[in-house]
């Protein structure tokens, strides 16, 4: 592998679409190989495919784990307020279920969001800028890391109440539904969000009314410090699609490639009408946010984190397979953070919101009478006004 | 103009609007098959079908967010929530999800959505299906609540909640269903936000909402023809935005007032409207403002104990003659009323 350069980072994203649509075919081709260690006997031109996509996609999760360590530094300096949960050892599982939607598809998602909205395509700067609260961010700081959202880029958000997002991405579906259109809805959660009602309730309606909508567990194993044992009386969290009738499957999410598979076959099948829960296992590898320091794990637990740890393994593979060498990944890491210190760089630098605008987003149309009171002021002004 | 029912109003400004706008679509419990608990959907799935008429099932939760969800993405659903009890299994997706949405996010998504639901009392339901919540709502910015008291008022302010951007709860009132009052032919929706003088007056400021503010007139109308008081009264319509300087204006001329609602008196939505005229016409008053409410008990089921928990005609009239004694107005000793 070529060190990439500066240049060619920071044209990741856009090189991601290209690549997926392109490997269409090659999955189809390849679906009978093993999980992380494709065969190289398929032939040659499926086999460039598959490396150029491994290559991509190690370039993708790199960028998303040095954002988010990236996030952390920050989040210590006071740069970023308020909770800061991170993808840290799931970036195979955001980039492999990303790679398998439409840019015209839409996403809901909890506040663990931001790799998902990098590999929606969505500006790093304008996401740097939203964790920073600043008006370049991308909802201009009135969400925060919890609450990301694009339209362009069909992220719906970013919500931070555990199961919130799953009624609104299945309404997002019916309305998908009602306009027949051929767009569908993944909706990502954590395991702990199966316990709530909204999960339960959301998979019944969308199985009775057959909405296009793939519902993703990222099951991490842990609710915040709650393991799945201690909180989900099914610990196999995909079987709870049975209840719904719906099916379902688990795929490793550590294996990129296997998540792209199993989450193609999940959004082919909602595309079609019958809506799919796909579990996807993967490792929180550090805190439930950047303050937690996990101490409810053991050391021996944390020590079996490295095999775990996505990038590693995919890191391994590219070098066993001879896709890259130690020091073509190097390199790469090496523009990966100088792109990342712009970034950060970026959102510093972006003005904080003007107070005079405090009020331009309660609500959408204009309102008679609506209160526009700062804290100290009183009700009514010298002329009698109503504030 | 025809005479017909609050219930006739709201049902015929749902198809009108449906007829009107194919993004209109009705979601709820019974409300297709059975045509409503109410029989406010009366005739409209075999009307429109079940693509615009959806039978939900009983997940409060559930259905009013995907209705959120669907109105993110264009659609104008109306939801109608059984009663305004059951409003609470969905109050996380109202308060956390719908008033939030368009604010939180920067104002990329709106969330052009209508919440039907009736509150009550007096009909013996009992503790969990009498209550009067609609305080929860107007309480959250990024909400609209409107409440209206009349046939008319339900038909203007139904097409204004459905032609909304904004996500409005719209308070029906089980007791108001079978009132009955003139209804203009033509569409006019009405400014959410603004509160209507329903009968001018100068001894006293009689306020309410919903229910209230069908009673608040109907006494004023009593005393003014049997105590010849000029009782001027205020329907808030719209609890969220409250208009806060047609109160105010109101109190600055009648130096009184005594406030209707039948939701419990604590915290209530009469507190705020203590608080305003407080603000905004504290040297004008000459008496104390006035408040009615329900008694601060789960809702009893035995008719003598409910109808002593709720606010009566008789308990209305003398808070009014208690404030005017409070502000010394001469009126007739032989009311039949003392
Ligand atoms: C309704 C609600 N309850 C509690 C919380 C606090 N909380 C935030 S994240 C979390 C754990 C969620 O675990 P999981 O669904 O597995 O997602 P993960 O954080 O592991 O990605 C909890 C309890 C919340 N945000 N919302
Ligand atoms: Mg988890």
Known sequence: ?387 | MTLMSYRQAIHDTLRSEMLRDENVMLLGEEIGVFEGSYKITAGLLAEFGDKRVRDTPIAEEGFTGVAIGAAMLGLRPVVEIMTINFSLIAIDQIVNHAAKIYGMFGGQAKVPLVIRTPGGGGQQLGATHSQNIELYYAFVPGLKVVAPSTPADAKALMLAAIRDDDPVLFLENLALYNTKGEVPAHDEPAVIGKAKITREGSHLTLIGYSRMAYVAKKIADQLADSEHLDIEVIDLCSLRPLDRETIVNSVKKTHAAVMLEDDWLTYGIGAEIAATISDGAFDYLDAPVRRVAMAEVPMPYAKSLESAAMPSEHDVIQAIYQTLDAIGHRRSKTSPHD
């Open chain 1, 1 to 387: 592998m070529p060190a990439a350069s500066h240049r060619e980072d920071a044209d990741l994203t856009t090189a991601k679409r290209t690549t997926t649509s392109s490997v269409a075919s090659t999955t189809k081709s390849t679906t009978t190989r093993s999980k992380s260690t494709p065969k190289k006997t398929k032939g040659a031109e499926a086999t460039t495919q598959l490396d150029s996509q491994l290559l991509d996609f190690y370039r993708e999760m790199l960028f998303i784990r040095r954002f988010e360590e990236r996030c952390a530094r920050s989040y210590t300096q006071a740069l970023i307020g308020g909770y800061c949960h991170l993808n840290l050892g799931e970036e195979a599982a955001v980039v492999g279920l990303m790679s398998a939607l439409e840019p015209t598809d839409y996403l809901f998602t909890n506040y663990r969001e931001h790799g998902y909205a990098i590999a929606r395509n969505i500006d790093p700067k304008a996401i740097m800028a939203e964790l920073y609260g600043r008006v370049d961010g991308v909802s201009k700081g009135w969400g925060g890391s919890m609450h990301l959202f694009d339209l362009d880029h069909r992220l719906l958000g970013g919500y931070g109440i555990v199961g919130g997002q799953l009624p609104l991405a299945t309404g997002a579906a019916l309305a998908i539904d009602y306009h027949r259109q051929s767009e569908v809805v993944m909706c990502t959660m954590g395991d702990g969000t199966t316990n709530i009602g909204a999960f339960h309730e959301s998979l019944n309606i969308a199985q009775l009314w057959k909405l296009p909508i793939v519902y993703v567990i990222i099951n991490n194993f842990l609710g915040m410090g709650t393991t799945v044992e201690r909180s989900s009386a099914e610990p196999h969290l995909y079987k709870r699609a049975a209840a719904y009738q719906m099916p379902s499957a688990v795929v490793d999410g550590t294996d990129a490639v296997a998540v792209l598979e199993a989450a193609r076959v999940a959004v082919a099948s909602a595309r079609s009408g019958q809506p799919y829960l796909l579990e996807v296992t993967c490792h929180r590898l550090r805190g439930h946010s950047v303050v937690d320091p996990a101490k409810y794990r053991s050391a021996q637990e944390v020590e079996e984190l490295t095999h775990f740890d996505p990038i590693q393994l995919l890191a391994d593979q590219l070098i066993s397979r001879q896709l890259s060498d130690a020091a073509s990944l190097e390199a790469l890491n090496t523009a990966v953070l100088a792109r990342i210190e712009e970034i950060a760089a970026f959102a510093e630098a972006s003005a904080h919101p003007d107070v005079s605008t405090l009020f331009d987003y309660t609500y959408a149309s204009p309102v008679v009478n609506d209160s526009r009171r700062l804290p100290g002021q009183a009700l009514f002004d010298e002329t009698g006004a109503a504030r």
